[in-house]
């Protein structure tokens, strides 16, 4: 009886149960971006679509309802284009309802996207 309750916990969150993604609004970032899972590992990709119109310091993150600086999950490696960022273990997808590109330098947004199923 535990284990099909947990089981069912498991199927129903939303993480689990399906990718998110979302369009970076705001700030100097444009395009779509996914959080994604391959392989069993879940990861944000940002789309082909991305484009950074270039920032001192710029990393990828996850937020919820706002910036987590306990989300970064790297620096941004190229200001347009396919990338994909890997969610560390620690981080449970299903938490976060946002992925930013962030001024690590200024401590400031440089694009927000909201996930959605």
């Known amino acids: 009886m535990i284990r099909a309750a947990v ?35 879940w990861f944000v990709r940002l789309e082909e679509d991305f484009v950074h119109e270039g920032a ?31 969610i560390p273990d620690r981080l449970d997808p299903a938490e976060f309802n946002q992925v930013y590109i962030w001024c690590q330098q200024y401590s400031t947004s440089l694009g927000r996207a909201w996930l959605k199923p």
């Open 7 to 41: 089981l069912a916990a498991l199927i129903a969150s939303p993480a689990l149960a399906q990718d998110r993604s979302g369009t970076f609004v705001g700030g100097r970032t444009t395009g779509s971006v996914s959080v994604i899972q391959k392989d069993g590992q």
């Open 56 to 86: 001192p310091d710029p990393w990828v993150a996850l937020g919820k309802d706002g910036f987590r600086r306990d989300a970064q999950l790297g620096v941004l490696r190229d200001d347009t284009g396919e990338q994909l960022y890997q």
